[in-house]
Each structure stands twice: as structure tokens, then as C-alpha cells.
């Protein structure tokens, strides 16, 4: 099973970065995915998750309104798009795949998961 997450980086409090979520078809085209994120020293935290078909989006209320989660098919790709970024968004981005075709914040609906991608957001 192949699944990369990519696109952290640096960036400004108040900037956006958009973090991409690469598997195969055969992984994840029936499949809910998930993002969630770990700030050093603290627990895996949920980010945000959508549907199989693009509907069923779900966000943690820490970033509701600030990042959007999407998929594109034609790629096999889930996005998560960050903005008006700070400091407390600083953490290590992981994307999971999903047991079934939705999904929320519980690790435990997850199969699958990649290695993380960083992001930091400095004040």
C-alpha cells in the first residue's frame, strides 16, 4: 500500500500551505480518508475527513473554517488546503485511509496510514 503525504513546509502565521495525500486507486477510491496531526509533545490529534465521494466532510473545530478538505479522483489525491495559519497549527500532518467509505475522528476506522509531512507556522 502506497501513501504519501506531501506539500509541509514553513510559513508565516497567516499564511496557507496545501498539504497533498497520494494513494492508489485501488487504496482509496471506495474509501473515506482522514487527516490528523501531531504537535511535539502532545497526542495524535484529528484534522479533518472526507467521503468516499467527495461528500461526508468533517472538521475539528480547531480549524473549521480555516482548512477544507478535498479529493481528486482523476489522481487518486486528497487535499488539505491550511489557511490563516498560526502557531498552535504546528505539527506533523499524517493521512489515513479508511476501513470503509466513511470515516471521522476515530484512529480506529483507519487501515492504512503514511508517513507524516511537517508543518511549521512561525509567529
Known amino acids: 500500500v502506497q501513501l504519501q503525504a506531501s506539500g509541509g513546509g514553513l510559513v508565516q502565521a497567516g499564511g496557507s500551505l496545501r498539504l497533498s495525500c497520494t494513494t492508489t486507486?485501488?487504496?482509496?477510491?471506495?474509501?473515506?480518508v482522514g487527516w490528523f496531526r501531531q504537535a511535539p509533545g502532545k497526542e495524535r490529534e484529528f484534522v479533518a475527513a472526507?467521503?468516499?465521494?467527495?461528500?461526508?466532510?468533517s472538521y475539528a473545530d480547531s480549524v473549521k473554517g480555516r482548512f477544507t478538505i478535498s479529493r481528486e479522483y482523476a489522481s487518486s489525491t486528497v487535499f488539505l488546503h491550511l489557511n490563516n495559519l498560526n502557531p498552535e497549527d504546528t505539527a506533523i500532518y499524517y493521512c489515513?485511509?479508511?476501513?470503509?467509505?466513511?470515516?471521522?475522528?476515530?484512529?480506529?476506522?483507519?487501515?492504512?496510514w503514511g508517513q507524516g509531512t511537517l508543518v511549521t507556522v512561525s509567529s
Open positions: 489515513a485511509v479508511a476501513r470503509g467509505p466513511y470515516s471521522g475522528s476515530d484512529t480506529q476506522q483507519y487501515r492504512y
Open positions: 486507486r485501488r487504496t482509496s477510491s471506495n474509501n473515506g
Open positions: 472526507i467521503g468516499w465521494n467527495g461528500g461526508a466532510t
